[in-house]
Protein backbone atom coordinates (compact mmCIF):
# COMPACT_ATOMS: atom_id res chain seq x y z
CA UNK A 1 0.00 0.00 0.00
CA UNK A 2 2.43 2.51 -1.50
CA UNK A 3 2.41 6.39 -0.37
CA UNK A 4 -0.94 5.51 1.88
CA UNK A 5 -0.20 7.74 4.83
CA UNK A 6 0.50 10.75 2.46
CA UNK A 7 -2.26 9.94 0.42
CA UNK A 8 -4.37 10.24 3.31
CA UNK A 9 -2.49 13.35 4.69
CA UNK A 10 -2.99 14.95 1.16
CA UNK A 11 -6.74 14.10 1.18
CA UNK A 12 -7.40 16.19 4.15
CA UNK A 13 -5.09 19.38 3.73
CA UNK A 14 -6.26 19.56 0.21
CA UNK A 15 -9.87 21.33 1.58
CA UNK A 16 -8.57 23.82 3.72
CA UNK A 17 -6.93 26.62 2.87
CA UNK A 18 -3.53 27.35 1.83
CA UNK A 19 -2.29 28.90 4.91
CA UNK A 20 -3.64 26.08 7.15
CA UNK A 21 -2.08 23.35 5.25
CA UNK A 22 1.21 22.77 6.00
CA UNK A 23 0.77 22.92 10.09
CA UNK A 24 -2.15 20.29 9.87
CA UNK A 25 -0.27 18.25 7.70
CA UNK A 26 2.35 18.25 10.25
CA UNK A 27 0.20 17.28 13.00
CA UNK A 28 -1.94 14.76 11.43
CA UNK A 29 1.43 12.96 10.51
CA UNK A 30 2.28 12.71 13.99
CA UNK A 31 -0.88 11.25 15.10
CA UNK A 32 -0.66 8.91 12.73
CA UNK A 33 2.77 7.10 13.23
CA UNK A 34 2.49 7.89 17.05
CA UNK A 35 -0.53 5.11 16.59
CA UNK A 36 2.03 2.74 14.35
CA UNK A 37 4.65 0.43 15.09
CA UNK A 38 8.11 0.64 13.73
CA UNK A 39 7.61 -1.48 11.23
CA UNK A 40 3.69 -1.12 10.26
CA UNK A 41 2.74 -3.41 7.64
CA UNK A 42 0.14 -2.99 5.14
CA UNK A 43 -3.03 -4.11 7.21
CA UNK A 44 -2.15 -2.04 10.21
CA UNK A 45 -1.64 1.39 8.22
CA UNK A 46 -5.15 0.82 6.92
CA UNK A 47 -6.68 -0.14 9.96
CA UNK A 48 -5.52 3.46 11.14
CA UNK A 49 -6.65 5.54 8.75
CA UNK A 50 -9.94 3.84 8.89
CA UNK A 51 -10.19 4.76 12.80
CA UNK A 52 -9.45 8.24 11.98
CA UNK A 53 -12.39 8.69 9.62
CA UNK A 54 -13.06 9.60 6.06
CA UNK A 55 -10.48 12.65 4.96
CA UNK A 56 -13.57 15.00 4.48
CA UNK A 57 -15.15 14.45 7.60
CA UNK A 58 -11.28 14.83 9.66
CA UNK A 59 -10.73 18.13 7.35
CA UNK A 60 -14.00 19.54 8.55
CA UNK A 61 -12.98 19.11 12.31
CA UNK A 62 -9.68 20.51 11.76
CA UNK A 63 -11.55 23.75 10.25
CA UNK A 64 -10.92 26.96 11.94
CA UNK A 65 -14.37 28.40 10.96
CA UNK A 66 -16.75 25.79 10.40
CA UNK A 67 -19.66 26.57 8.06
CA UNK A 68 -23.25 25.71 8.59
CA UNK A 69 -25.88 27.30 5.99
CA UNK A 70 -24.62 24.40 3.69
CA UNK A 71 -23.66 21.68 5.63
CA UNK A 72 -19.95 20.03 5.38
CA UNK A 73 -21.36 17.28 3.52
CA UNK A 74 -22.22 18.94 0.42
CA UNK A 75 -19.91 22.40 1.23
CA UNK A 76 -16.96 21.66 -1.17
CA UNK A 77 -19.53 20.53 -4.12
CA UNK A 78 -21.50 24.12 -3.69
CA UNK A 79 -18.12 25.61 -3.79
CA UNK A 80 -17.70 23.62 -6.67
CA UNK A 81 -20.19 23.96 -8.86
CA UNK A 82 -19.98 27.83 -7.79
CA UNK A 83 -16.55 27.82 -8.95
CA UNK A 84 -18.16 26.72 -12.56
CA UNK A 85 -21.35 28.38 -12.49
CA UNK A 86 -20.17 31.77 -11.68
CA UNK A 87 -17.52 32.86 -14.11
CA UNK A 88 -19.41 30.99 -17.19
CA UNK A 89 -23.03 32.59 -16.28
CA UNK A 90 -21.41 35.80 -15.76
CA UNK A 91 -19.37 36.28 -19.36
CA UNK A 92 -22.33 34.88 -21.01
CA UNK A 93 -24.79 37.47 -19.90
CA UNK A 94 -22.21 40.10 -20.51
CA UNK A 95 -21.39 39.06 -23.74
CA UNK A 96 -25.28 39.23 -24.14
CA UNK A 97 -26.37 41.93 -22.58
CA UNK A 98 -23.39 43.67 -24.08
CA UNK A 99 -24.24 42.47 -28.13
CA UNK A 100 -28.58 42.83 -27.39
CA UNK A 101 -27.57 46.88 -26.16
CA UNK A 102 -25.31 47.65 -29.17
CA UNK A 103 -28.00 45.88 -31.27
CA UNK A 104 -31.02 48.62 -29.85
CA UNK A 105 -28.44 51.44 -30.07
CA UNK A 106 -27.86 50.79 -33.62
CA UNK A 107 -31.73 50.64 -34.19
CA UNK A 108 -32.60 53.76 -32.41
CA UNK A 109 -29.37 55.89 -33.43
CA UNK A 110 -27.81 54.77 -35.96
CA UNK A 111 -23.78 53.72 -36.10
CA UNK A 112 -22.66 56.33 -33.58
CA UNK A 113 -19.13 54.13 -32.47
CA UNK A 114 -18.94 56.76 -28.82
CA UNK A 115 -22.78 55.84 -28.11
CA UNK A 116 -22.49 52.59 -28.73
CA UNK A 117 -19.36 51.63 -26.96
CA UNK A 118 -20.52 53.33 -24.17
CA UNK A 119 -24.05 51.60 -24.38
CA UNK A 120 -22.05 48.21 -24.72
CA UNK A 121 -19.96 48.18 -21.63
CA UNK A 122 -23.29 49.57 -19.52
CA UNK A 123 -25.56 47.19 -20.72
CA UNK A 124 -22.81 44.33 -20.25
CA UNK A 125 -21.91 45.35 -16.88
CA UNK A 126 -25.66 45.10 -16.12
CA UNK A 127 -26.11 42.03 -17.35
CA UNK A 128 -23.34 40.34 -16.21
CA UNK A 129 -23.86 41.48 -12.14
CA UNK A 130 -27.93 40.35 -12.63
CA UNK A 131 -26.50 36.98 -13.91
CA UNK A 132 -24.09 36.49 -11.29
CA UNK A 133 -25.97 37.57 -8.48
CA UNK A 134 -29.10 35.25 -9.44
CA UNK A 135 -26.76 31.96 -10.12
CA UNK A 136 -25.15 32.87 -6.83
CA UNK A 137 -28.92 32.91 -4.80
CA UNK A 138 -30.30 30.53 -6.61
CA UNK A 139 -27.95 27.88 -6.24
CA UNK A 140 -27.76 28.56 -2.61
CA UNK A 141 -31.30 28.15 -2.72
CA UNK A 142 -31.12 24.99 -4.27
CA UNK A 143 -28.53 23.52 -2.26
CA UNK A 144 -30.37 24.10 1.05
CA UNK A 145 -33.76 23.02 -0.36
CA UNK A 146 -32.42 19.77 -1.58
CA UNK A 147 -30.53 19.45 1.71
CA UNK A 148 -33.46 19.75 3.98
CA UNK A 149 -35.74 17.75 2.38
CA UNK A 150 -33.08 14.78 2.58
CA UNK A 151 -32.44 14.80 -1.45
CA UNK A 152 -28.99 14.16 -1.25
CA UNK A 153 -27.31 10.78 -0.91
CA UNK A 154 -25.08 11.53 2.10
CA UNK A 155 -22.53 9.09 2.38
CA UNK A 156 -21.65 7.52 6.26
CA UNK A 157 -18.02 8.30 7.66
CA UNK A 158 -17.38 4.17 7.51
CA UNK A 159 -18.61 4.54 3.30
CA UNK A 160 -15.34 5.35 2.61
CA UNK A 161 -11.93 3.43 1.39
CA UNK A 162 -8.80 3.74 1.96
CA UNK A 163 -8.55 2.74 -1.48
CA UNK A 164 -10.17 5.23 -2.37
CA UNK A 165 -7.42 7.85 -1.80
CA UNK A 166 -6.29 10.10 -4.66
CA UNK A 167 -2.94 9.58 -5.86
CA UNK A 168 -0.40 11.81 -4.17
CA UNK A 169 1.02 14.68 -6.91
CA UNK A 170 3.20 17.84 -7.28
CA UNK A 171 1.24 19.31 -9.51
CA UNK A 172 -0.62 23.23 -8.05
CA UNK A 173 -4.18 23.31 -8.73
CA UNK A 174 -5.06 25.41 -11.94
CA UNK A 175 -6.25 29.28 -11.25
CA UNK A 176 -9.34 29.60 -11.44
CA UNK A 177 -8.51 33.51 -13.02
CA UNK A 178 -6.38 31.65 -16.28
CA UNK A 179 -9.42 29.60 -17.83
CA UNK A 180 -11.76 32.52 -16.71
CA UNK A 181 -9.83 34.95 -18.26
CA UNK A 182 -9.10 32.79 -21.07
CA UNK A 183 -13.06 32.55 -22.04
CA UNK A 184 -13.86 36.47 -21.39
CA UNK A 185 -10.42 37.21 -24.01
CA UNK A 186 -11.80 34.30 -26.67
CA UNK A 187 -15.55 35.54 -26.41
CA UNK A 188 -14.82 39.83 -26.42
CA UNK A 189 -12.18 39.15 -29.62
CA UNK A 190 -14.98 36.96 -31.32
CA UNK A 191 -17.76 38.89 -30.14
CA UNK A 192 -15.95 42.19 -31.78
CA UNK A 193 -14.85 40.20 -35.06
CA UNK A 194 -18.77 39.35 -35.85
CA UNK A 195 -19.89 42.64 -34.97
CA UNK A 196 -17.26 43.85 -37.66
CA UNK A 197 -17.92 41.07 -39.90
CA UNK A 198 -21.87 41.92 -39.66
CA UNK A 199 -20.99 45.81 -40.51
CA UNK A 200 -21.60 46.81 -37.24
CA UNK A 201 -18.46 48.65 -37.14
CA UNK A 202 -19.25 50.35 -40.37
CA UNK A 203 -18.57 54.18 -39.20
CA UNK A 204 -14.90 53.23 -38.95
CA UNK A 205 -14.73 52.68 -42.75
CA UNK A 206 -17.15 54.97 -45.06
CA UNK A 207 -17.06 56.86 -47.89
CA UNK A 208 -17.62 60.38 -47.35
CA UNK A 209 -19.85 62.18 -50.28
CA UNK A 210 -23.35 63.39 -50.83
CA UNK A 211 -24.30 60.71 -47.95
CA UNK A 212 -22.32 58.58 -45.95
CA UNK A 213 -21.58 54.77 -47.58
CA UNK A 214 -20.82 52.13 -45.24
CA UNK A 215 -17.85 49.83 -46.30
CA UNK A 216 -17.98 46.36 -44.96
CA UNK A 217 -14.76 45.34 -43.78
CA UNK A 218 -14.48 41.43 -44.66
CA UNK A 219 -15.90 39.89 -47.78
CA UNK A 220 -19.18 37.73 -47.99
CA UNK A 221 -17.10 34.74 -48.68
CA UNK A 222 -14.81 35.42 -45.78
CA UNK A 223 -18.35 36.01 -43.55
CA UNK A 224 -19.31 32.58 -44.56
CA UNK A 225 -16.15 31.25 -43.19
CA UNK A 226 -15.27 32.83 -40.31
CA UNK A 227 -18.78 33.23 -38.15
CA UNK A 228 -19.04 29.68 -38.10
CA UNK A 229 -15.08 29.33 -36.97
CA UNK A 230 -15.29 31.71 -34.29
CA UNK A 231 -18.40 29.49 -33.04
CA UNK A 232 -16.72 26.52 -32.87
CA UNK A 233 -13.52 27.97 -31.13
CA UNK A 234 -15.57 29.70 -28.71
CA UNK A 235 -17.45 26.75 -27.69
CA UNK A 236 -14.39 24.16 -27.91
CA UNK A 237 -13.02 27.35 -25.30
CA UNK A 238 -15.44 27.23 -23.21
CA UNK A 239 -15.95 22.78 -22.74
CA UNK A 240 -11.83 23.00 -22.08
CA UNK A 241 -11.88 25.83 -20.04
CA UNK A 242 -14.68 24.61 -17.93
CA UNK A 243 -13.20 21.00 -17.44
CA UNK A 244 -10.52 23.30 -15.91
CA UNK A 245 -12.69 24.68 -13.49
CA UNK A 246 -14.16 21.80 -12.58
CA UNK A 247 -11.07 19.34 -11.93
CA UNK A 248 -8.45 22.50 -11.35
CA UNK A 249 -5.69 19.88 -12.13
CA UNK A 250 -4.50 18.32 -15.32
CA UNK A 251 -6.66 15.59 -15.81
CA UNK A 252 -6.96 13.11 -18.42
CA UNK A 253 -10.25 14.98 -19.81
CA UNK A 254 -9.14 18.64 -19.39
CA UNK A 255 -5.59 17.77 -21.12
CA UNK A 256 -7.94 16.00 -23.99
CA UNK A 257 -10.24 19.06 -24.28
CA UNK A 258 -7.14 21.44 -24.38
CA UNK A 259 -5.34 19.32 -27.19
CA UNK A 260 -8.43 19.82 -28.77
CA UNK A 261 -9.17 23.32 -28.32
CA UNK A 262 -5.60 24.21 -29.43
CA UNK A 263 -5.39 21.71 -32.67
CA UNK A 264 -8.48 22.61 -34.00
CA UNK A 265 -8.23 26.59 -33.15
CA UNK A 266 -4.86 26.36 -35.27
CA UNK A 267 -6.20 24.65 -37.81
CA UNK A 268 -9.27 27.17 -38.22
CA UNK A 269 -7.42 30.01 -37.97
CA UNK A 270 -4.72 28.69 -40.65
CA UNK A 271 -7.41 27.52 -43.21
CA UNK A 272 -8.69 31.20 -42.87
CA UNK A 273 -5.55 32.98 -43.07
CA UNK A 274 -5.10 30.94 -46.39
CA UNK A 275 -7.80 32.14 -48.28
CA UNK A 276 -6.83 35.46 -50.63
CA UNK A 277 -9.81 37.82 -50.27
CA UNK A 278 -10.25 38.21 -46.67
CA UNK A 279 -11.21 42.22 -47.33
CA UNK A 280 -13.82 43.15 -49.31
CA UNK A 281 -13.21 44.94 -52.14
CA UNK A 282 -14.62 48.30 -51.40
CA UNK A 283 -12.68 48.49 -47.99
CA UNK A 284 -9.62 47.50 -50.32
CA UNK A 285 -10.81 50.65 -53.08
CA UNK A 286 -11.27 53.16 -50.04
CA UNK A 287 -7.79 52.46 -49.04
CA UNK A 288 -6.44 52.51 -52.17
CA UNK A 289 -7.28 56.41 -52.05
CA UNK A 290 -5.22 57.35 -48.94
CA UNK A 291 -1.33 57.26 -49.21
CA UNK A 292 0.48 54.53 -46.68
CA UNK A 293 3.85 54.09 -45.84
CA UNK A 294 5.60 51.04 -46.75
CA UNK A 295 6.15 49.48 -43.49
CA UNK A 296 1.79 50.10 -42.97
CA UNK A 297 -0.29 47.11 -42.41
CA UNK A 298 -2.99 49.11 -44.69
CA UNK A 299 -0.40 49.65 -47.47
CA UNK A 300 -0.37 45.91 -47.75
CA UNK A 301 -3.98 45.44 -47.39
CA UNK A 302 -4.46 48.19 -50.14
CA UNK A 303 -2.29 46.42 -52.38
CA UNK A 304 -3.88 43.15 -51.79
CA UNK A 305 -0.17 42.08 -51.42
CA UNK A 306 -0.88 40.22 -48.22
CA UNK A 307 0.57 36.73 -48.95
CA UNK A 308 3.96 37.18 -46.69
CA UNK A 309 1.94 38.76 -43.48
CA UNK A 310 -0.59 35.62 -44.03
CA UNK A 311 2.01 32.86 -44.17
CA UNK A 312 3.84 34.59 -40.78
CA UNK A 313 0.66 34.99 -38.96
CA UNK A 314 -0.15 31.32 -39.89
CA UNK A 315 3.09 30.03 -38.90
CA UNK A 316 3.22 32.24 -35.23
CA UNK A 317 -0.49 30.19 -34.57
CA UNK A 318 1.15 27.32 -35.32
CA UNK A 319 4.35 27.60 -33.04
CA UNK A 320 2.01 28.89 -30.43
CA UNK A 321 -0.58 26.15 -30.52
CA UNK A 322 2.49 23.64 -30.82
CA UNK A 323 4.00 24.57 -27.52
CA UNK A 324 0.57 24.99 -25.52
CA UNK A 325 -0.03 21.51 -26.52
CA UNK A 326 3.76 20.94 -25.67
CA UNK A 327 3.17 22.42 -22.33
CA UNK A 328 -0.55 20.23 -21.72
CA UNK A 329 1.44 16.76 -21.92
CA UNK A 330 4.22 17.95 -19.39
CA UNK A 331 1.69 19.59 -17.15
CA UNK A 332 0.41 16.06 -17.22
CA UNK A 333 3.32 14.19 -16.76
CA UNK A 334 4.35 15.89 -13.66
CA UNK A 335 0.61 14.83 -12.07
CA UNK A 336 2.25 11.67 -10.89
CA UNK A 337 4.75 12.09 -7.34
CA UNK A 338 8.34 10.57 -7.69
CA UNK A 339 9.16 7.54 -5.55
CA UNK A 340 12.49 9.39 -4.76
CA UNK A 341 10.40 12.89 -4.06
CA UNK A 342 7.98 11.24 -1.62
CA UNK A 343 11.10 9.55 -0.15
CA UNK A 344 13.12 12.50 0.21
CA UNK A 345 10.11 14.39 1.87
CA UNK A 346 9.74 12.21 4.58
CA UNK A 347 12.81 11.60 5.66
Not at 139 to 166: C, H, M, Q, S, Y
Not at 184 to 194: E, H, K, Q
Not at 264 to 276: G, H, P, T
Request: hydrophobic share 45%.
Amino acid sequence: MENTIERYIAAVVLQLPENERAEVAKELRSNIYDMLSDRPNDAEIEKVLRSMGSPTKLAEQYRQNPRYLISPQVYDEYIRLLKLLVPIVGIITVIVGAVSGVFETLQQSGPQVGRVLQVMFQSGIQSGVSGVMQTLVWTTIGFVIAERTGAFNRKKKEDWKVEDLPPLTTEKLIPISDPVAEIIGTMVFSAFLILGSTNQFAAVFTKTGPVNIAVPIFSDEFVRYLIPALIIGVVLTVIANAMKVFDRCWTNRVCLWSIIDNAVSAMMWVFLLMRENIFSSELVELLQEQTWSSGDVLHYISTGNTASIRLIISLVIVVISTIQIISVLYNRSKRDLPNSYINREQA
